[in-house]
Nanobody, 119 residues
Framework: QVQLVESGGGLVQPGASLRLSCAAF????????IGWFRQAPGKEREEVSC????????YYGDSVKGRFTISRDSAKNTIYLQMNSLKPEDTAVYYC????????????WGQGTQVTVSS
């Protein structure tokens, strides 16, 4: 069965760090670009980060550049999103998905993991 499973969300204070994981089952993360998206209540879905399968190129949304880092562990078939210097505006449900890093068109979604940044 093809699926993505996110983990690692939680409640943290502003300035803290979290690492989200996106484990793939039924396919290899080396063959598909994987993106991270987020959606906060009442807001549109936002493109956070993406990593290409072909050459490992990475892409970031303007709001997270310099703070978030996406990476791939082929041995664990997992994509990570390291989030540093978290801000309250980073609060959202974070989803990983197979996608195109050029068009940001997702098609296989994970169930999402909640990230809450609050003092």
């Amino acid at each position: 069965q093809v699926q993505l499973v996110e983990s690692g969300g939680g409640l943290v204070q502003p300035g803290a760090s979290l690492r989200l994981s996106c484990a793939a089952f039924g396919f290899s993360v080396d063959r598909y670009a994987i993106g991270w998206f987020r959606q906060a209540p009442g807001k549109e879905r936002e493109e956070v980060s993406c990593i290409k399968s072909s050459d490992g190129s990475t892409y970031y949304g303007d709001s997270v550049k310099g703070r978030f880092t996406i990476s791939r562990d082929s041995a664990k078939n997992t994509i990570y999103l390291q989030m540093n210097s978290l801000k309250p505006e980073d609060t959202a449900v974070y989803y990983c998905a197979t996608t195109s890093c050029d068009t940001w068109t997702p098609w296989i979604w994970g169930q999402g993991t909640q990230v809450t940044v609050s003092s």
